[in-house]
């Protein structure tokens, strides 16, 4: 496969980061707890949308390869994470009388829980979208790239999500709420904003956009009940990347680290193509540069970033 | 206006309290700050609180706005009991604060800052915040630029402009003159004197006992979270006691 190839892959991957990245980072700014039933809210999405699937799978024509009742579960996918955050945080989360720390411990909790309902309903195994996998587009083939269509939806889909919430962070009077309330929690009240409403609709967007990517995760790979959890410590790398609490941060942290999980294959070309003297370290190297630890090399790229920024890219200088 | 309210004690003349406070409890957790305390502020009026560091002046404006709840006593505003209220349905009635720090969204624009200002007006935002530039210009040049690129004194006049925009007829300001340059605090009084000018009621609290009482109609000295002297500006600078107990002279 060529650079532009796994680009393309790195590409597909980061917009399903992104779309967790995202809902993570707003969370943590806003509601102002880190939660760690962030990847299992994205489980939630992707197992409603396969019922919902089986339910609509039939119904009318196909776009990029995806029927019509593919969108209508993407829709419902969202609908549920949302649903199933707003509800935990009226139930669970808003009465207790916890700090932060308190709230991530919870939340751990709260992971369990969900995890543990969807393994008794669904089983622990594998499984995926009953929709035929296609082959890759036969014009890009020439040039390295092995994308399907249904790789060409899942970039357009976050990308049509991520504008839509710029738009509404900018140009929204929730928006600008919202933002008011990730810089001064204190100052947004003694201005009048209702700020338990805009907390809710914080949980409400965080956890729809996670929803969508546990759907597009599903359609990538294959759904399994750990299959949000496992991706939440590489959201959690993106999110800090970005420079935590910063929502175009997130953005820019999912993108970079679904890049680099992805580019891996071709990082152990050029180690390999490289000179590297002595023998031993270049088959340490070798060995250590292979897909088996994509993760593990994001971090350690995460670390070097947050050695010269420490708060993240989009974080304002050192403080 | 209703007539028949409770005048709080030391009421002298004859209007009616835009806003009181009579013999407050308050304080953190379990640390009790005020003791006892009665405060009235009529309408139009600058009334300045001064008083040694601890004192509770701050504790004041937080508990008339909502940020603390009064342990005992009363704060009622045109004569309805608002104690314990939530400060965004404070603002709602047509009360506003200026925090001593933190008092602009830094990384919102000073237009969204005054936006975020007006969220709790159902109409006549735009006329407002046009209004509120053509008063203070030296935030209109730079409305579309965030607001932590502003100096200090312009972040003051922001964050003064940000709870104008409700219009309320009280303004709480802690500490307006704090941390700036000499002659940028004395713009940021005139600011606190034209603002007073459009029928705003304001309560402050001011570290400078001469610059703030110099612009107050009355004043306020607080010691240990209870009121030990009140008077006009004139008796409590001239007052022996007062100046050497607590205003350092």
Redesign the interface.
Known sequence: MTVIGYLANGLVFSSIIVLGSIGLSLVYSIADFANFAHGDTMTIGAYTALVTFGVVGGLGGAVLGLPYGFFLALVVGIAAAAVVAVVTERVIYEPLDVDSIGLLITSIGIAFVYRALIQIRFGSDFTRFDIQPLRPIESLVPYGVRVTLHDVAIVASAAVLVVGLHVLLQYT?LG??M??M???P??????????RRVKLWTWVIGAGLAGAGGVFLGLFNQLSPRMGFNLLLVIFAAVILGGIGSVYGAMAGGFLIGMINQLTPFFSDVVEALPIWPGWLASLLESLVSIEYANAIAFVIMVAVLLVRPNGIAGEGAT | MSHDTTRPAGATDGADPVLSLSGVDSGYGEVQVLDDCSVRLDPGEIVCLVGPNGAGKSTVLKTAFGMLTPWTGTVSYHGRDIGGMAPEEIVREGIGYVPQTDNVFGSLTIDENLRMGGVARDSGLEAVIETLYDRFPIIEEKRSAKAKTLSGGQRQVLAFARALVMEPDVLLIDEPSAGLAPNTADDVFEDVEEVNDMETAILMVEQNVTKGLGISDRGYVLDQGTVRFEGTPEELLNDEEVSQLYLGG
Not at chain 1, 186 to 195: E, F, H, K, N, Y
């Open positions: 009077d600008r709420k933002r008011a990730a810089d001064n204190d100052l947004a009240r003694v201005s009048g904003i209702r700020t």
